[in-house]
């Protein structure tokens, strides 16, 4: 299909709107004409440093609007950009450069040094280190060549899996699939789409940054964002900026409604939210949903994106259900031999789409086992009602194996989060000499509520004596968190991987 990319789109508008504001960044505004002529002197920049269409520039450094544009400016030479999480040590930063083999690496200041250090390593990966900070001086360069002719089937940026395990993989998205997902958005809602409006909350690293920035302004859409997000800024643009969308992780709203002076704010504006990544409190939801807002579940990951979020008819009478898919993306469930589902059946999530990652980067094995039969096979656990909504039940993974009984993670989480007092929770397995592994609940929320005894004596209320957890930690603190906002699990194993050694065992 010639022609259906994100560069052609942004061409689009810059042409036939090009005073709106497609970019707001901390107040600093870029309209759609002075967008796409920047992004052109950076694409120029980038082919005068000996960049050629499908080769790699990788990027590390925080969010900044000179961080979007030279993501934006990447794709319009052809080139893929490949943000790299700006947490990296230089020991991770040289296995994604072995990984990327990037042709530039770009560098905001603060990481200038670690990415020095990555390369002074030496390996297959490497590059010329150009300052991230050179792109905001390219603004107000001559006219540029045109744009790179992109085809549908070009890669278009590369985004790392979490790191949460193993090792790294780049998950890959087209010029199409990237646009075929801004599409299928903005047809079924159209708040997400021409003259809509987002506030951003992602890092460029992880695909709720950079595949929603290609995504919003392949539509026509404004983009408001911030380098760091603020529960008081963030509420403050909803409503002063009347933002029509709002895509983030569960702990982002948390944070809103906590706020005092959410009680007081117009939020009519905001058409469509998607929440994803945690359990939704019931009780976030009516607060939201008393200002006319409805939290919609969704279901996604890395090589999917956001997938689809509830419809009208279940988003509020049955919360804890994502979509049935959309326009162009489909759900299934498969059974342990491979086998369709049925309805009701739990089993693995699969996921079919025009809008699904290419596969990953420079690693054909793991594409082919991953992506099989047109579907994608998440690892994760689900279910589908008669009317195709899907419920995520839990990360394969992540089910507990007690002697020879499965134990779902978020079924005793979900009972665990139901007492007065919790936060947060997260249940892990846990060593045990007689049954293999035994579940271990650490809690996050009002120590001066809680006790390990009375949240084992609240689950014994609940659930079968096999899935009690045999120890609870209590945490202080919040737990720890991934750059997408979700629950690092991995930092919480590795803290508690000797869990037995020094806590109690409660049963």
């Not at 404004?222 to 008081?232: K, L, M, S, V, Y």
């Amino acid at each position: 299909m010639i022609g259906f990319t994100v560069s052609r789109a942004l061409k689009w508008w810059a042409w036939d709107k090009p005073d709106r504001i497609a970019l707001d960044y901390e107040g600093e505004a870029v309209g759609y004409a002075d967008l796409y002529a920047w992004a052109l002197r950076v694409a120029d920049w980038l082919r005068r440093k000996g960049v050629r269409p499908g080769d790699r520039v990788m990027m590390v450094g925080e969010n900044s609007l000179d961080y979007a544009m030279l993501i934006i400016g990447t794709a319009l030479a052809g080139a893929i950009a490949a943000p790299v999480t700006f947490r990296s040590s230089a020991r991770e930063l040289r296995r994604a450069l072995d990984l990327l083999t990037p042709c530039l690496l770009m560098t905001d200041a603060a990481r200038a040094q670690t990415a020095r250090a990555a390369l002074s390593e030496g390996g297959n990966g490497g590059g010329p280190v150009e300052p991230m900070e050179i792109v905001r001086a390219l603004r107000d360069d001559p006219a540029p060549p045109p744009a790179y002719e992109a085809r549908p089937e070009d890669p278009l940026f590369i985004i790392g899996t979490s790191g949460s395990t193993g090792a790294p993989k780049g998950v890959v998205y087209t010029q199409g699939s990237t646009m075929a997902y801004a599409a299928e958005f903005a047809i079924m809602e159209p708040a997400t789409g021409n003259s809509g409006s987002l506030l951003a909350a992602g890092p460029y690293s992880s695909s709720s940054g950079t595949l929603l920035l290609f995504q919003f302004l392949s539509v026509g859409a404004t983009i408001f964002a911030e380098n760091r997000f603020t529960p008081e800024r963030a509420l403050a643009l909803l409503s002063g900026k009347r933002i029509t969308t709002f895509l983030a992780s569960t702990i982002f709203f948390e944070r809103l409604a906590a706020l005092p002076e959410f009680a007081d704010a117009d939020l009519s504006s905001l058409k469509f939210a998607q929440v994803g990544g945690a359990r939704v409190n019931p009780a976030l939801i009516a607060r939201f949903q008393a200002k006319g807002v409805t939290l919609r579940q969704a279901y996604g990951c890395t090589e999917a994106g956001g997938a689809w979020a509830a419809r009208d008819e279940t988003a509020l009478a049955e919360p804890e259900k994502c979509g049935p898919g959309g326009l162009f993306s489909d759900y299934a469930i498969a059974r342990p031999d491979g086998s369709l589902a049925a309805p009701g059946e739990p089993g693995e999530i699969l996921v079919r789409s025009a809008a699904l990652a290419a596969g990953y980067w420079n690693d054909p094995e793991q594409t082919a086992t991953t992506f099989r039969d047109g579907w994608l096979r998440t690892g994760d656990r689900g279910v589908l009602d008669a009317r195709g909504n899907l419920t995520f039940i839990d990360r394969i993974k992540d089910i507990i194996i007690s002697g020879g009984l499965n134990i779902s993670a978020m079924e005793v989480e979900n009972t665990i989060a139901q007492m007065d007092g919790v936060a947060e929770v997260v249940v892990l397995a846990a060593p045990d000499a007689e049954f293999g592994e035994t579940p271990l609940a650490v809690v996050h929320g009002d120590l001066g509520r809680l006790d390990p005894r009375a949240i084992l004596a609240h689950c014994r209320r609940e659930l079968a004596a096999y899935k009690l957890p045999r120890y609870v930690a209590l945490e202080g603190g919040p737990l720890p968190r991934l750059p997408s906002g979700k629950i690092s699990r991995a930092a919480l194993r590795e803290k508690y991987r000797d869990a037995p050694a020094f806590l109690e065992r409660l049963r």
